[in-house]
């Protein structure tokens, strides 16, 4: 009975193109889908810092926070993630997805409703059905639809309204200052997930509040160490009551294991690096324009296909999606990429609806001029029309 479950299940999904299988990066590979934006993963320092903790504390924590896996770097890395976001404290997960899981069930419940965009996280969504809150959806991005929401859910005990900061799969960025309005004017509590925005947005890396110069106006800030931070984990940043409460309350926070004290170490020198080395920002911001300016060149090129290919996006992300619709298409385009020594991941469903199959291109800040050119290059050739 099982077997033939997972047997049809198997079947179906390589039927429609959709079976996920794992693969290694060879060392020649030239990355275009990580998240490690400014390369911190491999900086001296974060890694010299991460071997100085294994060294004073080993590698594990051996138990929870709140048992006897708390350690000062747990204690110093909350600090400066709370100074970094601009608020009074924060408390870090073992990742970010369980940080999601942890603030929004600890922050609604039946009597509440959650109003999320289209396009958020999948660990948002996980979140939203395990808080058993009302789950209210507005349309990717869209204010009209969200202020409707807000005019109609009063009856709710409280609304939450939680977005992407930089939405992972499109690289476009919320419209923060809008939505801060609308959720003051109806009294709303607002969380927004910096996964993609800590170390990227704003000149110093600090986030949305930071590039659209709106600092301290989001209730709760949620974001990732495992992109641009380089390391593993999640924090949650706001008042020192907030983080009080989540500290007795988030499950996924009380019933884990700390964080090995060598990946708070890392993500520490992170944002060291990052006070320290603005040219990274810098340069990831060079890159991006870049490559969007010469895939802009292929539209042109090509007409007839030119308004389809690429969705254009913000220019202060390092998240470039060249929409290609066709799921077996996509797929290919990959694979031959990946023959030439490049490595751009394809998008399918479930992580996009239907018929937006996709490349997804992701920055360095270490990637080279040539490397970028070459790919652009080779993304004209193997494009089909
Ligand atoms: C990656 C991601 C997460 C999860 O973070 P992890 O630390 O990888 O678990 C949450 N939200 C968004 C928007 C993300 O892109």
Redesign the pocket.
């Known amino acids: 009975m099982m077997r033939e479950f997972i047997i049809q299940k198997i079947k179906e999904l390589k039927r429609t193109g959709l079976f996920r299988e794992l693969r290694q990066l060879g060392g020649n590979t030239i990355n275009f889908s990580s998240?490690d934006y400014l390369g911190l993963s491999k900086h001296p320092l974060v890694k010299a810092r991460a071997l100085e903790a294994i060294n004073g504390f080993g590698f594990g924590a051996g138990a929870s926070r709140l048992i006897s896996g708390n350690t000062k770097l747990h204690e110093q890395l909350e600090r400066k993630i709370a100074e970094f976001k601009g608020r009074a404290a924060a408390l870090v997960f073992s990742?970010?997805?369980?940080?999601?899981l942890g603030v929004i069930t600890s922050m609604v419940d039946e009597n509440d409703a959650v109003i999320i965009d289209r396009l958020?996280?999948a660990?948002?969504i996980d979140a939203c059905k395990l808080s058993k809150a009302k789950l209210q959806v507005y349309a990717h991005k869209d204010l009209a639809a969200l202020k409707k929401i807000l005019e109609q859910s009063a009856k709710y005990k409280k609304r939450l309204v939680i977005t992407?900061s930089v939405f992972?799969m499109d690289g476009d960025i919320a419209t923060l200052p809008e939505i801060i309005k609308l959720a003051k004017e109806y009294n709303a509590i607002t969380i927004i997930?910096e996964?993609?925005a800590t170390g990227v947005l704003g000149a110093r890396g600090k986030g949305i509040e930071e590039y659209f110069g709106i600092e301290g106006q989001i209730d709760i800030v949620m974001g990732?160490?495992?992109?641009a931070l380089g390391s593993?984990?999640?924090f949650v940043a706001g008042s020192q009551e907030l983080i009080d409460y989540l500290r007795n309350k988030a499950r996924s926070f009380i019933y884990t294991t700390a964080l090995p004290p060598a990946a708070c170490a890392a993500a520490l020198a992170a944002l060291e690096v990052i006070e320290k080395e603005p040219g990274l920002i810098r340069n990831l911001r060079i890159n991006s324009r870049f490559l969007r300016e010469k895939i802009s060149k292929i539209n042109h090129a090509d007409p007839k296909n030119g308004t389809e290919t690429l969705v254009s996006g913000s220019d202060e992300t390092p998240i470039i999606p060249i929409m290609i619709g066709d799921t077996e298409k996509t797929m290919k385009v990959s694979a031959q990429l990946l023959e030439r020594g490049f490595f751009v991941s394809g998008i399918r469903p479930p992580t996009v609806p239907e018929g937006k199959s996709r490349l997804r291109i992701t920055l360095s800040a270490l990637h080279t001029k040539k490397e970028i050119e070459c790919l652009a290059s080779l993304l004209q050739e193997l494009i089909p029309a």
């Open positions: 998240n990742t970010g997805y369980m940080a999601n958020n996280h660990s948002i992407d992972s997930d996964a993609h990732t160490l495992s992109k593993i984990g999640g």
